[in-house]
């Protein structure tokens, strides 16, 4: 890469040069000497008014001739303009010049490449006129952060003092951040869990929202490792959050006296870095790709990027989902200790940071990961994903049962099946017409004959495997068991065996290809090499997926489940019990810290935490507590209850279509900053069809099935007038302060379905006694918890104010003692205001005359 780039500077130079004397001289990367080359046609091709030279030797220059256009001059003289000095001089300044530009590469790239055309040749010819591919290599990723690794001398400090001299009025985070408010809850929450981990052992709390939790954890944990040497996991719901966390609080943290070296890393999933060597076969297969305009400027990007960047976290880079694959570390395809790149690979770099690390911040996923592999044989001081800790922090802890059960979970379809061995077909069918000199023929007419057997065994295997599923299917989901289960875990284990038949030959020819290359270069290969790597890895996780299933194990439950796509259901299996795992697992760490602003749920007789302490494996005696917000829901929010809405039944028309009717009359009121909650896609896109054509001046955001709504939520957050139609995801995903959600209407009060597998699975898992119990323990509370995080989206800072709508009137209902939990479990203040339909449209025209809903 930097060779790329050196070429650039070298030949901006020749180009400036050129224009006075219409000579181009041209520096030889290879042997230093400075030349006068062909200037006639040259000549013809400065002629054109953005003219690139790209030509080091002889053999770039007879590629260069056939460039009918070349790259955008501005982008030369804006990003590469020639600057004296090493190579690494020249690249801190392009980087400085980056910087100013724009924080995002894409978008630099897109406004000053105006030519994808040109973009793609420059990228195709920087890397083919390139003869230093050695040294390009070495480069990638170069930049690499490291937490060094130092002994240091333990500091004598009082947590307590500590804690409050931050925290209290006045206190040290008043001085340091021009912005800080002191609030009390933030003082107390933090309190808390400083004399927590002084007396060592943990804490299970409701912190309200707005207290700033995040840093009320966050201090006293860095203060107890400063003195105590220990380490401590942070686990945040999302990457996105534990991005927030390492750029936003841990920043404002290392302000505090003694945390500036406080030994911090951030620690994702293996699939979030990019891969060096995945990122060079990448490149070289581009090469051979018909030019595609984006795919282009996305790898010049990616290319660019991976130069510079301090931990190659592909978070932080904005690639589609097609070349992250391609370019994403991934256990199937790492060489891992033999791996040449190693050293400089970004995955073992962020792991071997964690060891040395005093705190290290990852996400639910990665430790239900660590969760799921350790065993109590593992080595805890090594551990496996994560190293040895002695806290652990669990922020947004109530979304924990979720993250495990999805990282426990596996899932396959027999259209994914037929679709990998299609894929096999195809690229095997490519490379048999080859010419492979490396190895004999008969032993790849071996090859031939085995993939071609065994593609009929995988495809007879599937078609059975899809008959089995799919005689269960009508409608919704469905458990299996005794016979059927044990029918169709034999055709799971026959697939496996001709899944593992196929594994082999992916691989065998693989190493074909790769063997191939080295001992007979030819750039037709490289496509091939890298496609079979992706195959590979393809294989191997179906093989994953499919031996998951099989695995006989009473605290799993294996269920079918209509898919996305016609006639293709898939088939899952997902543990019930986590509670068990995660106590078993994690009953050596000494101080655990679990906090959410939902923890908390009404509860006759008990302090109101025996759900939680039940969902995350705790003790009945597990210290718990409930401490205030920082807000004034009373004053900041009107909860509102249409009692002439039809009585919710499930597909009921009635409900569904009177509904609709007031959700359009609200929303022709309210207009933009809007958004509607559902809890199926079904009912959430039956709405949307009877309305949007009434909508006047909204702008519709429907959640996707299929895509995440994170563009989505992008786009509501700068316009006045979206509206978003949301369903699952939604009801705790949402972060929108002031007027970008200042009315939230809920459709249904937030139940699973009794019926989907897993939940009844876990009603009669927390109900040994009686179904009912299973309600009281398990169902009631996970529902409140949601609607508590629902109404929570609508109140995000002390300035905000804001209406939300139940249609829902079970909420009400006091002969249900769901709703008697419900509505002791709201706010402080909150109270719900019961009118019909008319009387709320009317309030709402007042509230907007009034500019208190604005
Ligand atoms: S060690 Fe594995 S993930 Fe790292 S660069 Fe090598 S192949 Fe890629």
Redesign the pocket.
């Known amino acids: 890469m930097v060779c790329l780039l050196q070429n650039f500077l070298e030949i901006y130079s020749a180009r400036t040069l050129s224009s006075r004397s219409k000579k181009i001289e041209v520096k030889s990367l290879e042997t230093g000497e400075t030349r006068h080359l062909f200037e006639k046609e040259i000549e013809e091709l400065l002629d054109g008014e953005n003219a690139l030279l790209f030509c080091d030797d002889e053999r770039s220059f007879a590629k260069l001739k056939r460039l009918p256009d070349c790259v955008n001059e501005d982008l030369l003289r804006l990003c590469f303009s020639y600057v004296a000095g090493s190579v690494e001089t020249r690249v801190r300044y392009y980087l400085s010049a980056m910087k100013q530009l724009t924080t995002d590469l894409v978008a630099l790239v897109e406004d000053l490449l105006p030519s994808g055309e040109a973009v793609k040749r420059f990228l195709i010819h920087g890397i083919s006129a390139s003869v230093h591919h050695t040294s390009w290599q070495e480069h990638v990723c170069s930049k690499l952060q490291r937490i060094r690794r130092q002994k240091r001398a333990r500091k004598q400090i009082d947590l307590s003092e500590a804690t409050k001299l931050v925290f209290a009025e006045n206190g040290l985070l008043e001085g340091i951040h021009e912005t800080y408010e002191f609030r009390q809850e933030q003082l107390q929450t933090a309190m808390e869990i400083a004399e927590s981990i002084t007396l060592d052992k943990g804490i299970l709390l409701e912190s309200g929202t707005g207290t700033g939790k995040t840093l009320a954890y966050l201090v006293p944990v860095a203060y107890h490792v400063l003195s105590s040497g220990r380490r401590a996991v942070v686990s945040t719901r999302t990457r996105t959050l534990q991005d927030q966390l390492m750029q936003k609080d841990v920043q404002i943290m290392r302000k505090l006296p003694e945390l500036d070296d406080t030994r911090i890393c951030s620690l994702k999933g293996r699939e979030r870095y990019l ?4 990122l060079i076969h990448f490149m070289n297969s581009m090469l051979h790709q018909s030019p595609i305009e984006e795919r282009s400027k996305e790898a010049l990007a990616l290319l660019l990027w991976s130069l510079v960047t301090p931990d190659a976290d592909l978070d932080r880079m904005r690639v589609t989902e097609g070349i992250r694959n391609a370019v994403s ?1 991934n256990r199937f ?4 200790r033999l ?1 040449a ?2 050293t400089r ?1 970004p ?2 770099i962020a792991r071997e940071n964690a060891k040395n690390a005093d705190i290290v911040i990852t996400s639910h996923s990665l430790l239900s990961s660590e969760i799921q592999m350790r065993t109590p044989e593992s080595d805890i001081d090594e551990g496996i994903l994560l190293p040895r800790f002695e806290i652990m922090v669990i922020d947004e802890a109530h979304g924990f049962e979720k993250a495990l059960t999805d990282s426990l979970t596996f899932t396959l379809s027999s259209g994914e099946v037929m679709e990998v061995t299609n894929e096999a077909s195809r690229i095997s069918e490519k490379i048999f017409t080859q010419d492979i000199r490396t190895f004999e023929e008969s032993f790849m007419e071996s090859l031939k004959v085995r993939l071609s057997e065994l593609r009929k065994a995988i495809d007879l295997s599937a078609k059975k495997l899809h008959g089995l599923i799919n005689q269960h299917i009508v409608r919704s989901s469905m458990a299996l068991d005794g016979d059927e289960l044990a029918r169709i875990r034999q055709a799971l284990q026959d697939l496996e065996s001709f899944l593992r038949g196929l594994s082999s030959i992916v691989v065998q020819l693989n190493e074909v290809y790769e063997e191939e290359l080295l001992e007979h270069p030819s750039l037709d290969s490289v496509p091939y090499t890298d496609k079979l790597r992706v195959l590979k890895s393809r294989v191997f996780e179906l093989i994953r997926h499919v031996s998951g299933i099989c695995h006989n194990d009473n605290n799993r439950i294996t269920y079918v489940t209509p898919s996305e796509v016609p006639n293709n259901p898939r088939i899952s299996s997902s543990p019930i019990g986590n509670d068990a795992l995660v106590s078993e697992t994690l009953n050596t760490i000494p101080i655990k810290i679990f906090i959410s602003a939902t923890m908390w749920v009404f509860s006759r007789g008990s302090d109101g935490f025996n759900y939680s302490r039940r969902i995350l494996g705790l003790q009945d005696d597990f210290h718990a507590l409930k401490l205030g917000t920082s807000f004034d829901f009373g004053k900041q929010l009107r909860l509102m209850l249409a009692d002439d809405m039809p009585e919710y039944y499930q597909n009921s028309d009635e409900y569904l279509d009177s509904g609709a009717s007031f959700i359009r009359d609200v929303l022709n009121i309210v207009g933009g900053g809007s958004a509607v909650l559902f809890t199926s896609y079904n009912d959430m896109e039956y709405v949307v069809s009877k309305i949007h054509r009434d909508l006047k001046s909204v702008e519709l955001k429907v959640q996707s099935r299929s895509e995440s709504a994170s563009v989505m939520l992008a786009e509501h957050s700068i316009s006045d007038k979206s509206v978003i139609f949301g369903t699952q995801t939604l009801w705790e995903g949402i972060d929108l302060p002031g007027d970008k959600l200042k009315l939230l209407i809920i459709f249904k009060l937030p139940f699973d379905r009794p019926d989907e597998p897993i939940t009844r699975a876990r009603i009669g898992y927390y109900g040994q006694n009686s179904f009912m119990e299973g309600l009281y323990k398990y169902y009631y509370p996970k529902m409140i918890t949601m609607f508590r995080q629902g109404i929570g989206r609508v109140i995000r800072t002390k300035d905000d104010h804001g209406v939300v709508i139940v249609l829902d009137k079970r909420i009400a209902d006091s002969a249900r003692n769901y709703s008697v939990k419900l509505l002791n479990s709201l706010p402080v203040g909150l109270a719900v205001e019961r009118a019909s339909k008319k009387k709320i449209l009317a309030t709402l025209r007042n509230l907007k005359k009034t500019k208190w809903l604005t």
């Open positions: 891969c060096p060597s995945r570390s395809d790492c060489l891992s791996c790149d190693r690979c995955y073992y």
